[in-house]
């Protein structure tokens, strides 16, 4: 009876990687915790509602969000009117007052333009440079010859402030002079004529053609022209110590959190460095935990996709000098998710993305579980599958995991030098090169034909992940992955995606949970996490951005 009860008892290798399995979340929580603690001493973050103590390094005070009581018409007087423009629409850094004195009568005037939505040698020339040296302008005082008077081929009187405003940011120039009873509209009689190509990193079949550029007033009209609104707030700041550099955050006034943009604004203020060269030192600098592997700040060419961030109520930061807007917070669904999506039906999208999600799982897990199944565990396999595998792996003389190397790494290298190299010869060279080099080692023996197919699945589902940044934190994570399949087979690979789960549910970005709404789990957000619902059921923004208005319809 003791025989039979002590021959069902594992042997001592079972037990020890039982062990090894305990030690490696313990040692590995323990490691984190030591490099979090030293490194972040000195990069800590101030939490929401602190105030910053150097003043030097804010160059632009928090607009005010809360609603301004004003009037609906001009009043005729200059002054009232003006200073009412600025407290309303004033706060974007992109608008320019143009003060200046009219000849002949020596009136007060201002224009008013959105800097990069107008032709600044047009301005100048054809509307600052009359009304400053012309001397009969006396017919502007005498009430109904303003759009007479002036030799402008589109020029409107406005006695609605409100409408003043839109049109003033969607891109007209307003005229305001002392002792006119309204405002005037007047639109250059050329338009800007610039050449912006297509998005790189961001390729789609369906949606704009168009993708911001290395100028930042290109980038903040691009903002603006995408539709008539005075709810868009553009915040500008200067960073950079030693070489200063111009910088903007957008957003909705009427949507964002308060709080999150209070946030973004201290960690914008708290930037130290000598020269951000692109918007990835921002990237790094103000994400939430360094440390992490996944990207808590996304960053995108395409306005399309920064405008519907906006309407979700986050906010975006761009930077002078790059087309790569950053838009925080940011959470993992968001990496899968493209704008495609939205403009095809809600069905065929829905489909995609579930595909993209199952390609993100197979991109990250397929080299670990083949490592598994084949050195740990053949009897989970079917019996005919099995036996093919073990045909084809004769005379292999590496053991699965430097097998599985050999070829991951090669691809890897195969990826880099095809982007490195030049647009003509460098897709060729790398689909060239992965079949040259995959049938050369399955011929020489060095790997099996079945582990070729493994690897090329897994380096295609990597390629279908919408993000670049995304795929390469996967790339990254799917070497980790072996080598807890390597030493612990079937076990490591579930301690692996466990310990990753983990530290997903921890991580944050700017206060928001990364794998929300998965967890904390909120079911009214999941109409747009694995399925995307039709447009007519999406009728409130996300919970989890906590935006003063959360209707996406009236």
Excluded at 119 to 143: F, G, K, V
Excluded at 356 to 372: D, G, H, K, Q, V
Excluded at 379 to 406: C, D, H, K, N, Y
């Amino acid at each position: 009876m003791l025989a039979t009860v002590i021959s069902y008892i594992p042997g001592w290798a079972i037990f020890g990687q039982a062990g090894i399995a305990l030690l490696f979340p313990l040692l590995g929580h323990g490691l984190y915790k030591a490099l979090y603690s030293k490194v972040g001493s000195g990069r800590a973050v101030e939490s929401p509602g602190t105030k910053n103590s150097d003043p030097n390094k804010n160059q632009h005070a928090a607009p005010d969000t809360g609603p301004i009581p004003a009037p609906q018409c001009f009043s005729g007087d200059y002054a009232s009117d003006l200073q009412y423009i600025k407290d309303t629409i004033g706060n974007n850094s992109d608008l320019k007052f143009k003060e200046f004195t009219l000849a002949g009568p020596q009136k007060q005037a201002v224009l008013i333009f959105v800097d990069g939505m107008q032709n600044d040698r047009l301005l100048n020339l054809q509307i600052m440079q009359y009304l400053m040296s012309e001397p009969a302008m006396d017919p502007l005082t005498a009430p109904g010859n303003i759009e007479t008077g002036l030799p402008f081929s589109q020029l409107s009187e406005v006695s609605d402030l409100i409408s003043f405003n839109k049109s003033v940011l969607f891109g007209h120039a307003g005229l305001l002079v002392e002792g006119l009873p309204n405002g005037m509209l007047i639109e250059p009689p050329d338009s800007i004529d610039r050449t912006l190509g297509e998005p790189v990193s961001e390729a789609l079949l369906r949606g704009p053609r168009l993708g911001f550029s290395e100028v930042l007033s290109e980038n903040t009209s691009i903002l603006r022209r995408q539709g008539l609104t005075d709810q868009m707030v553009i915040s500008s700041y200067k960073a950079g110590t030693r070489i200063r550099k111009d910088l903007v955050i957008a957003y909705m006034k009427d949507i964002v959190n308060p709080e999150l943009l209070k946030e973004v604004e201290t960690r914008i203020s708290k930037l130290d460095i000598d020269f951000l060269a692109e918007s990835g030192y921002i990237e790094q600098l103000i994400e939430d935990n360094y440390l992490s592997p996944f990207q808590q700040v996304q960053n995108t060419e395409r306005p399309d996709r920064v405008i519907s961030a906006l309407l979700e109520g986050r906010i975006a930061i761009l930077l002078d000098g790059t087309p790569f807007a950053l838009i925080v917070p940011v959470t993992f669904s968001m990496l899968l998710q493209s704008p495609e999506d939205y403009y095809e039906r809600w069905l065929p999208g829905s489909m995609i993305r579930l595909l993209r999600f199952a390609a993100s799982f197979m991109a990250l897990m397929a080299p670990a579980l083949y490592i598994s199944f084949i050195s740990f565990h053949p009897g989970l396999i079917p019996t005919e599958l099995a036996l093919s595998i073990i045909e084809t792996r004769q005379g292999v003389p590496f053991p699965s995991i430097i097998e599985v190397l050999i070829l991951e790494i090669s691809i890897e290298i195969l990826r880099e030098a095809g982007i490195r190299l030049p647009k003509p010869v460098g897709p060729a060279m790398g689909i060239v090169g992965g079949l040259i080099i995959g049938d050369a080692a399955v011929n020489a023996g060095i790997v099996s034909p079945f582990l070729v197919i493994v690897v090329a699945v897994t380096a295609i589902s990597s390629f279908s992940i919408p993000m670049y940044s995304a795929g390469l934190t996967l790339r990254m994570l799917r070497f980790v992955g072996m080598g807890f399949a390597a030493l612990l087979g079937m076990f490591g690979t579930i301690l692996f995606f466990l310990l990753l789960c983990s530290h997903l549910t921890k991580l944050k970005s700017f206060g928001v949970p990364y794998l929300t709404p998965v967890t904390p789990y909120r079911l009214s957000d999941w109409k747009d996490l694995f399925l995307r619902s039709p447009l007519s059921i999406m009728k409130r923004r996300p919970i989890m951005m906590k935006t003063q208005n959360n209707r996406r319809k009236s």
